[in-house]
């Protein structure tokens, strides 16, 4: 696999981090975002090979950019991996199996996330 460049958009800038150094070791080039807003300005900047994207961030969650990228002609075909523990925070937050469901998101990975796993997806997917 020729080096692929991977997004990765997440609240928690320990999991960004570990997720990049991850990919990193594993020959990809990866970008960083905090939240959806951040992470749209990102890929104007520069169209990712793939996205790994949280769905629970502040100003723009990530179903809510999922779904914006897909129904987009420039951006539809970027492959995108939901990190998700809403199935945990659905009794406490406003998200649901719905919203999951309804996102046209390439997979999902639960949190807390493994590694390996989340490489063979994103693997499989680039």
Known sequence: MSQKYVLVVD?????????????????????????GV??????KTRRPDLIVLDVMMPRKDGYVLCAELKAKKETKDIPIV???AVGEAVPTTRYTHADGMSTEADDYVAKPIDTESLWRVVSALM
């Open 38 to 43: 951040e992470a749209e300005q990102s890929i």
């Open 82 to 84: 939901l990190l998700t």
């Open 11 to 35: 609240d928690d800038p320990d999991l960004v981090e570990t997720v990049g150094m991850m990919l990193e070791s594993r020959g990809c080039e990866v970008g960083r975002a905090y939240d």
